[in-house]
Nanobody
Framework: QVTLVESGGGLVQAGGSLRLSCTAS????????MGWFRQVPGQAHLFVAA????????GYGDSVKGRFTISRDNAKTAVYLHMDSLKPSDTGLYYC????????????????????WGQGTQVTVSS
C-alpha cells in the first residue's frame, strides 16, 4: 500500500506561481510513474502532468505546456509540480497519483492507469 500526501496549494493571483509537493510513504519504491490531475466540481479528472520513475520522460496536458514543470526526487519518494503564469482556469483540486505498472521510462497519461491517489490540494487562481 502507498500513501500520497499533497501540499503547497493556496490562493494566488493570475500570473503568479505555486509549487505543489507530493510525498509517498509505505511501499513507495514499488511505484513507477507519478502524476498530477486536476478536478473541478462536475467535471472529470483532467490530466496535468506525469513523470517516469527515471525522471527522463515527462508528459503535460495541452493547457499547461510551457507553464508547468514536473520533477521528482526518488530518494525522498516525492514528486513536485512547479506552476508558473497561473491562470484562473488552472483553479481546481490537484491530486497526486502513483502507478505500479510499466517500466522505468513509463509515463501514465490517464486516471485509470494509476493505482494510488492523494486527498488533493486546492489551487485557486484569482483574476
Amino acid at each position: 500500500q502507498v500513501t500520497l500526501v499533497e501540499s503547497g496549494g493556496g490562493l494566488v493571483q493570475a500570473g503568479g506561481s505555486l509549487r505543489l509537493s507530493c510525498t509517498a510513504s509505505g511501499d513507495a519504491y514499488s511505484t513507477t510513474t507519478m502524476g498530477w490531475f486536476r478536478q473541478v466540481p462536475g467535471q472529470a479528472h483532467l490530466f496535468v502532468a506525469a513523470i517516469s520513475w527515471s525522471g527522463e520522460s515527462t508528459g503535460y496536458g495541452d493547457s499547461v505546456k510551457g507553464r508547468f514543470t514536473i520533477s521528482r526526487d526518488n530518494a525522498k519518494t516525492a514528486v513536485y509540480l512547479h506552476m508558473d503564469s497561473l491562470k484562473p482556469s488552472d483553479t481546481g483540486l490537484y491530486y497526486c497519483a502513483a502507478a505500479r505498472r510499466g517500466g522505468y521510462d513509463y509515463v501514465g497519461w490517464g486516471w485509470p492507469e494509476y493505482d494510488y491517489w492523494g486527498q488533493g490540494t486546492q489551487v485557486t487562481v484569482s483574476s
